[in-house]
């Protein structure tokens, strides 16, 4: 079920933006080595390597990862209005910080249909911006502005891009992993 | 004769009575009517989310105590459920039955403490004195498995922290015929007097794509004719296990919601008594690894997992990566996302229904700011 769900999203999406961005080749497995005689077997295995592809299942829900610039309103759009597909609700929108990019995941869910889907969104650490849901789903309007207000992630399209649980003059973005927590300011030292 | 009105800002609260906590109201009111609602928040903010990243995985139980601390089972309930996601651990029957009551007891102390303080914001002093003395009996027998009566930190990753004590589902069982009695008063007190839907029906009526829209949900989604119940449309832990209904009204008015929330006490009662009779009478309560192992260590990997809380879905975003401590962990908080559709509900209202309106969404405080 999932997988046909996932399998219909990646074909929409690659309808929408005419290149395929969610295709993967997979690599092909290391041919495993043979244990030689004379050497003990090893206890553990090595854990392998994960692997990223930009559309799977997580934990049984189909995820796709997309690049900021292919991401836009006119293709949240889609996802929403489409008969097939029909995404009417956002559950979360989760902001993650890692050294290089920042990663904006929106989980969705049709009422409809009883699909779930997580999309997430690779965005550079300099100057991250995600286009905005906000005119689209108005579930969007706080989850938006708190991720901005937490890690600093733009939202442009947004009608109210201000911070919404620090004050206005707060100083930086507490969730990025580089934000220095003033110890002394907070009589923790 | 026209009388000349001018544009006035009202600020409600950050201190006031109804708002439960510290809210504030920026109302633009022409006359009586609402022309602009702007919600402030963030009095209550902590910090939660960060100070996550700071802990190994179980040292952030109790902290989700205090995001809604009025439902901190269920609270409690879904960080663990989220961490165990990634773990791919089994949880032991006892325990799973165990969590169930536990978290159905909770719902029904979280919407009797609604009932009692949403009656008092409207004007009526004696229901609350009603509903506590009633959430009593439920904060009793928490207590008792617990050892609190709001914060309980009672879950832990892979089950539950402690077995129930001698005899406590015998007196869970005897509380739910009390509380049975107890809550159709409720409905002889309260639902068919006048004044009471003069003041609730028709108000602050949501429409069903409004509610979806605005990614409303629990009982103020399933007012509005929003047949969504994450325990039946997405059964986690055992609830596919008992005989339950969802109720829903169509009418979405602040009276709809009222009464999705009455009939969801008796749901409530209902699964918490099949659950006492199916419990396993003995059994671990605590996967194997979970009480043995302090730093917790899940693959690397992340996942979303949501419950129904008494407030609505709520959810968790975790990300590990692969260390003892959580590299990300998103709280979804029903309450911060109803809260925004005063934005919306508010524009147009007379300024006496605010109050009305507002309770009628069953928002904490803790729960908004994180």
Redo the contacts between chains.
Sequence with gaps: MSQEVLDLVVEKVHGFLGEEVLAFEEPEPEPEEEPKEDEKPKRRKK?EP?IERPADL??G?PMIILDSDKWSVELAKMLRDDEELQF?????V????YDEHMEV?Y?FYS?VK?YYL?VKIKTPRDNPSVASIEPL???????ER?VYD?LGIDFPGHWNMKR????DEWEGH??RKDYVTDKKALGLD | MSINTEEMILNMGPQHPSTHGVFRLKLHVNGETITKAEPVMGYLHRGSEKLAEGFIYTQFIPYTDRLDYMNAMTNNYIYCAGVEKLLDWEIPERAEYLRIITMELNRIASHQLWWGTYLLDIGALSPFLYALRDRETVLDRLNEISGARMTFNYMRIGGVKWDAPDGWIEKVKESVKVLRENIAEYDELVTGNEIFQARTMNVGTLTKEQVINWGLSGPIARGSGVDIDIRKTEPYSIYDRFDFEVPVETKGDAYARYKVRIAELHQSLNIIEQACEQIPAEGDIIHKKGARIMMIKPPAAEAYTRAEASKGEIGVYVVSNGKTKPYRVKLRRPSFVNVSILQDMLVGESIQNVVAIFGSLDVVLGEVDA
């Excluded at chain 1, 009417?88 to 979360?92: E, I, P």
């Excluded at chain 1, 789903?137 to 989850?143: L, N, Q, T, V």
């Excluded at chain 1, 919404?164 to 004050?167: H, S, Y």
């Design positions: 854990p994960k997580n934990f829900r009417d609700f956002l559950s979360c989760t902001g993650v910080d995941i989980n009422t009883d997580g789903w108005k579930a969007a309007d706080y989850m708190e937490l919404i649980l620090l004050q507490p969730l």
